[in-house]
């Protein structure tokens, strides 16, 4: 990235100061979904009606309709102020309806604990597309990603752009309040000394289990569970138990377990082969690392299988 006044990016906000006021909220999509392939009504037990929600006064027990609920602000004990909605909506701050850009940073300096929800973002009319293309593709050639402001359901919100085709990526990002330091949930792992063979051998593992990630690949096997349950109940048939695993109560060792690890995607790697080729001896038996290199002060690890290897010239 540039410094200084010859900066793209600093020469157009210097220039064309409007065009950091993006586009209005009404092309801001929300990219995301929370849609569930089962979903649940609640019923009573005895009769199988559906039940409705209502809200009670907490003193008078009395059910109270829509048209008498409001927002109370609690300023003492049992104690409200009432704020109502059109009260809410004449807010208006220069971020309600627009996109405010404050500054452009590198990608890199966001901690991807600050991401949130994914929106797509495009220009809301013609007249301002010149203006989004510019500011995207400056964007795009400084490798670059711009923080605004937004509000977004009445919530001020932190608005990280960056460019994703012909449009924006935007992505709202939680506040400092919002998450928490890890110092709290770490300082009680110790800080061990691990046996290089140890090291070794866990390499070995990421080097046959490496790959690429394809989202199509995961699949909620939970709500998968819940889908067989429910279809079982409609034929009449018993739903499936499975087992709860039990937690190893014993001391394990974990060369032992990393062993077995590397025996076990040997086997698989062994059974994908064609027939009547033979696996080779490194594919199954588990790998001893190499004595350190005297010559060269350094602990190499033992050769990976073929496809380990092939995995590692692909990188």
């Known amino acids: ?33 929370t849609s569930s392939r089962v979903s649940f009504n609640t019923v009573n037990r005895k009769t199988g009606n559906k039940l409705k929600r209502q809200f009670v006064d907490a003193e008078t027990a009395d059910v109270v309709e829509n048209e008498d609920q409001a927002k109370g602000y609690p300023i003492a004990k049992d104690s409200y102020l009432l704020v109502d909605d ?8 220069e971020s309600t309806h627009t996109i405010d850009i404050d500054k452009f940073v590198p990608r890199a300096e966001i901690d991807p604990r600050y991401y949130d929800a994914p929106y797509y973002s495009a220009p809301s009319e013609r007249v301002g597309e010149e203006a989004f293309a510019i500011i995207r593709d400056a964007m795009r050639d400084e490798k670059v990603v711009g923080l605004g402001r937004v509000v977004i359901a009445r919530r001020g919100r932190i608005m990280m752009l960056e460019p994703l085709g012909k449009g924006l990526l935007g992505t709202a990002l939680r506040h400092g309040s919002e998450v928490r330091g890890e110092d709290s949930y770490f300082e009680d792992i110790p800080d061990l000394q ?13 080097e046959r289990k490496a ?7 995961f699949n909620d096997r939970y709500e998968d569970a819940v889908v067989e349950l429910v279809r079982a109940k409609q034929a009449g048939m018993p739903a499936k138990v499975t087992e709860r695993p039990s937690r190893p109560t014993n001391v394990v060792s974990i060369m032992d377990a990393l062993r077995k690890s590397i025996a076990v995607e040997a086997a698989k790697s062994a059974a994908a082969k064609p027939k009547g080729e033979p696996a ?24 990976p299988a073929p496809a380990a290897q092939k995995a590692r010239k692909a990188k």
């Open 1 to 33: 990235m540039r410094h200084g006044p010859t900066s793209q990016l600093e020469r157009l906000s210097q220039a064309f100061p409007r065009l950091l006021r993006c586009q209005p909220l009404s092309r801001l999509q929300l990219a995301s979904s």
């Open 86 to 93: 059109d009260e809410l909506d004449k807010i208006q701050i």
């Open 211 to 217: 790959g690429h990630f394809r989202p199509e690949e």
């Open 280 to 303: 080779l001896a490194e594919d199954i038996a588990s790998p001893k690392p190499k004595a350190p290199s005297k010559a060269k002060g350094k602990v190499t690890a033992a050769a």
């Open 194 to 206: 691990l046996p290089q063979e140890m090291k070794d051998l866990a390499h070995v593992i990421i």
